[in-house]
Every structure is written in structure tokens, then in C-alpha cells.
């Protein structure tokens, strides 16, 4: 398969993961606005979230953006997430993609990496200054927790660029093709 299909199926996949969202992780990990300093607004969240949690009430969906970068890192307000999926990588060729995707990003300031894994190489990982969302194969009862987890990925970075992490490996021409094919 061609790395355009693959990106191609990746981005389809993912958007259809994101369709329909998991009521409980949206319910447990939405992203909190500023508290509210009376009584009044505190009670109202209070009985929000607890409707929320019986399902009387959706998710409060946060109306601001996911900003995909690190605190250390400089970037522009309207820097755009590209989600580098790695699952199912070995450790050596995600090293290389990492490395090809800095050569390839050194001079785009417009897009933040964020790295989706499930290979614990912390140590190469911090160097890259990206935000790395690591998902480990865990198995227990119900539904795996990797399976939950992507789906709430795929939903919570929606907007994002999405590329498989094959696409490091790329050299400079082939990237520029993909990044037009795709509208980068």
C-alpha cells in the first residue's frame, strides 16, 4: 500500500472514530473552563455534572481549541495539530521517522507534532519537544483500554493533520506531494 492510501485510510478510519464519541472518557476527561467564583455557579456545575454522569445531559463540549504543544515550546496561536500515528511501529523505525519528521518540519512553524504511540522510548521521545500520547496495549474486563483511549484521540484531535508515522521515512519530494494531496 502506497503511503498515500495509507494516510488516506488512517484519516478515514480516525474520522470515523471520532462520529461517535464515548459518552463516559467525553463526560470524564473534557477539559475544564475557569471555576466559578459564586455559590450559584459552583451548585449549577455541580448539578451539570452529575446529570452528565446519568446521562440526562451531553457532555459540555469546550468551545476553545486543543492546543497540541508544550508549555517550553514556541509556537503561534494558530498552530494546527499533525498527528503522527505510530501504533504498531518497531522502536528503531519510529526513531528514524521521528528523526526524518524533524528534518521534514524544520522550517513549518504552523504545525505542532503530536506523536501517538504505543513504544515506551521515553528517553528519544522527551528530546523531540513534542506532545506524545501513549497508548499501552492494557488488558483487562470490558473494553480495552486502547481501544477506548484512540477513539477519544481521534475525537479530541479532530481538526488535526493526520499522517502515519511511515511518513517520516519520506524524503523531501515525496512529502511535498503528500502535503498537497492532502491540503497541508
Known amino acids: 500500500m502506497s503511503i498515500t492510501d495509507e494516510t488516506r485510510t488512517l484519516r478515514q478510519e ?26 450559584q455557579g459552583r451548585a449549577f456545575r455541580l448539578v451539570r455534572t452529575l446529570l452528565t ?3 440526562v445531559l451531553p457532555p459540555d463540549m469546550t468551545k476553545y481549541r486543543w492546543l497540541p504543544t508544550l ?3 514556541s509556537s503561534a496561536p494558530d498552530t494546527r495539530a499533525l498527528l503522527i500515528w505510530a501504533l504498531g511501529m518497531e522502536q528503531d523505525s519510529l526513531r528514524n521517522a521521528c528523526l526524518g519528521f524533524q ?36 488488558v483487562g474486563e470490558g473494553q480495552f483500554y486502547q ?5 477519544y484521540l481521534a475525537w479530541r484531535y479532530r481538526d ?8 517520516g521515512l519520506l524524503d523531501e519530494e515525496s512529502w511535498s506531494r503528500l502535503q498537497q494531496h492532502f491540503g497541508v
Open 103 to 138: 528534518q521534514l518540519l524544520a522550517d513549518r512553524q504552523d504545525l505542532a507534532p503530536v506523536l501517538v504511540t504505543d513504544v515506551a522510548d521515553f528517553a528519544c521521545f522527551s528530546r523531540l519537544g513534542w506532545l506524545v500520547e501513549y497508548l499501552p496495549e492494557l
Open 147 to 151: 481501544e477506548r483511549k484512540r477513539a
Open 14 to 39: 480516525l474520522a470515523a472514530l471520532a462520529a461517535k464519541p464515548e459518552w463516559d472518557f467525553l463526560a470524564r476527561y473534557d477539559l475544564p473552563g475557569k471555576k466559578p467564583s459564586t455559590l
Open 71 to 73: 508549555k517550553h515550546s
Open 160 to 167: 488535526a493533520v493526520v499522517v502515519p508515522a511511515a511518513a
Open 53 to 55: 454522569k446519568i446521562r
